[in-house]
Nanobody, 115 residues
Framework: QVQLVESGGGLVQPGGSLRLSCAAS????????MGWYRQAPGKERELVAH???????NYADSVKGRFTASRDYAKNTVYLQMNSLKPEDTAVYYC?????????WGQGTQVTVSS
């Protein structure tokens, strides 16, 4: 089992920045993928960004150039630096951890972009 603890959501004005963190603990193997998904009201959950244990990055087109995902492998922590935030980025952001075919989710953190 893997446990995920997220932090860093909140309310920010358009154009502002936020940083999300997610720390994983438990039975962690060397090959895995950590990342972030989000779900806005009335919409399906969608991938925001993920990083493999080998360092490969993947971003949703809607966040490229504005969001940066990174990992601290020693701390089993993934970060999401979100810049130039837009109202359409408003959603609950979920940390995701995938290994050996098992998918784990964080509790979710609300990000609201509004003036």
């Amino acid at each position: 089992q893997v446990q995920l603890v997220e932090s860093g959501g909140g309310l920010v004005q358009p154009g502002g920045s936020l940083r999300l963190s997610c720390a994983a603990s438990g039975s962690i193997y060397s090959m895995n993928i950590m990342g972030w998904y989000r779900q806005a009201p009335g919409k399906e959950r969608e991938l925001v960004a993920h990083i493999t244990s080998g360092g490969a990055l993947n971003y949703a087109d809607s966040v490229k150039g504005r969001f940066t995902a990174s990992r601290d492998y020693a701390k089993n922590t993934v970060y999401l630096q979100m810049n130039s935030l837009k109202p359409e980025d408003t959603a609950v952001y979920y940390c995701n951890f995938l290994q050996r075919g098992a998918n784990y989710w964080g509790q979710g953190t609300q990000v609201t972009v509004s003036s």
